[in-house]
T-cell receptor, first 114, second 114 residues
Framework: AQSVTQLDSHVSVSEGTPVLLRCNYS??????LFWYVQHPNKGLQLLLK??????LVKGINGFEAEFKKSETSFHLTKPSAHMSDAAEYFC????????????FGKGTRLSVIA | GAVVSQHPSRVICKSGTSVKIECRSL??????MFWYRQFPKQSLMLMAT?????????EQGVEKDKFLINHASLTLSTLTVTSAHPEDSSFYIC??????????FGQGTRLTVV
């Protein structure tokens, strides 16, 4: 069985400071891992994905995440927060093969303070 | 990237009526699509897996007679909320997945039952 734990329900940072959104996963198989962002009343946008290639994954808008198998973690980071980064972020896990549904974490709401 | 189109984006209906939501994969064939429901300030919960040409697989606790899913072609899945009630008001999102890649999400449908 697969599961995802997002350790913080809400993170607040000042504009220009680093962002860290934490995610731990559990999977019986080699997982694919994703980070999605959702702005209010909008659909989901893929930020980045890990599917067994490089463990440090770079995504859009300056975000990146590192897959650490020993720690079963896939934390999302950004060096410098921008006001437009304020949104809900979901860490997602999936079994790599097959047409299986994605399993979502509970989400982390990122607030950016001017 | 692949595109999944969901329609309508917003619908208001009277209690007791039925509402149909369409989910189309525009540039790839999706043998499997997934329907999620999202309550305010919560994560996405998988409702059902829609399989082309066969019956949908519903998650535990989801009423299959209330949430009718049809996947008549490789590019179209529909979710019909039958005899809708105010508690069915929610944000519904579909997704389609190519094998071994990320899922692509529709824009979501905001359903309000009055």
């Amino acid at each position: 069985a697969q599961s995802v734990t997002q350790l913080d329900s809400h993170v607040s940072v000042s504009e220009g400071t680093p962002v860290l959104l934490r995610c731990n996963y559990s999977s019986s198989y080699s997982p694919s891992l994703f980070w999605y962002v959702q702005h209010p009343n909008k659909g989901l946008q893929l930020l980045l994905k890990y599917t067994s290639a490089a463990t440090l994954v770079k995504g859009i808008n300056g975000f990146e995440a590192e897959f650490k198998k020993s720690e079963t973690s896939f934390h999302l980071t950004k060096p410098s927060a921008h006001m437009s980064d304020a949104a809900e972020y979901f860490c997602v896990v999936s079994v790599r093969s097959g047409n299986t549904p994605l399993v979502f974490g509970k989400g982390t709401r990122l607030s950016v303070i001017a | 990237g692949a595109v999944v189109s969901q329609h309508p984006s917003r619908v208001i209906c009277k209690s007791g009526t039925s509402v149909k939501i369409e989910c189309r994969s525009l540039d790839f064939q999706a043998t499997t699509m997934f329907w999620y429901r999202q309550f305010p300030k919560q994560s996405l919960m998988l409702m059902a897996t829609s399989n082309e040409g066969s019956k949908a697989t519903y998650e535990q606790g989801v009423e299959k007679d209330k949430f009718l899913i049809n996947h008549a072609s490789l590019t179209l899945s529909t979710l019909t909320v039958t005899s809708a009630h105010p508690e069915d008001s929610s944000f519904y999102i579909c997704s389609a997945r190519k094998v071994d890649t990320e899922a692509f999400f529709g824009q979501g449908t905001r359903l309000t039952v009055v």
